[in-house]
């Protein structure tokens, strides 16, 4: 079993449609939870963190529920260049060090 | 000013080279990591840096080997190429404290013939 699992996707949306995605990771030991962003052949970069009281920023809300050990991101009114990945990443300290665990992603196109 | 910056962007070579990526952040961070993104798009990590020190490796072959001189570089040499090798690998680094998420660089599109 992955770490962390999402649906690939595809998700074909029309602008201004809300599109929610989740996610669920196996180890329950992940401290912290973020939302990544990862635009064709470019880096994954930061979208959120998401917090166990729920979070939102714009027309981003993230919602953790760690005792079911999943995580949502819902977009609201989403726009052209939402288009992306959107990557679930769980961060858990180990012995040694510390490691943002990735899932898959979640591809989303948002068309006229 | 690129915050973690890896060369070179884009880098062909045949099977059973040996060739290098470097990366440097400016951010004053003290670890830094290398991650495989491979052709499925499944970003995985390969090792971890804390101020030089080894701190994760994830079962990578030991053709793979980081070296970091100073807090700020952590490079990639991989010895004898092979066709599997090819994939982004992207340089990311983040404080020491935990929560933080990483910053990455622009990844080094590795292909081998």
């Known amino acids: 079993r992955k770490e962390v699992e999402q649906d690939p996707g595809p998700f074909n949306v029309p602008e201004g449609a809300t599109v929610a995605f989740n996610c669920t990771y196996s180890?329950?030991?992940?401290?912290?939870f973020f939302w990544y962003r990862q635009d064709c052949r470019k880096e994954p970069k930061l979208l959120m963190s998401?917090?166990?009281s729920g979070n939102e920023d714009g027309r981003f809300t993230a919602q953790l529920n760690r005792a079911s050990q999943y995580i949502s991101l819902l977009i609201r009114d989403s726009k052209l260049s939402d288009s992306a990945t959107y990557l679930c990443?769980?961060?858990?300290?180990?012995?040694?060090?510390?490691?943002?665990?990735f899932g898959t992603g979640t591809q989303l196109k948002v068309e006229l | 000013d690129t915050a973690v910056s890896q060369t070179p962007k884009y880098l062909v070579t045949q099977m059973g080279n040996d060739k290098s990526i470097k990366c440097e952040q400016n951010?004053?961070?003290?670890?830094m990591y290398w991650y495989k993104q491979d052709s499925k798009k499944f970003l995985k990590i390969m090792f971890s840096?804390?101020?030089?020190?080894?701190?994760i490796n994830e079962t990578v072959p030991n053709r793979f080997s980081p070296k970091s001189p100073d807090k700020a570089h952590l490079n990639l040499h991989i010895n004898s190429l092979e066709l599997g090798d090819s994939a982004v690998y992207f340089c990311?680094?983040?404080?020491?404290?935990?929560?933080?998420?990483?910053?990455f660089g622009s990844g080094t599109r590795l292909t081998v013939v």
């Open positions: 951010l004053g961070h003290d670890t």
């Open positions: 840096y804390n101020n030089k020190e080894l701190i």
């Open positions: 180890n329950s030991a992940s401290q912290s």
């Open positions: 990443v769980v961060f858990i300290l180990t012995g040694g060090g510390n490691k943002l665990t």
């Open positions: 998401v917090y166990s």
């Open positions: 990311a680094s983040s404080p020491r404290t935990v929560n933080y998420g990483y910053t």
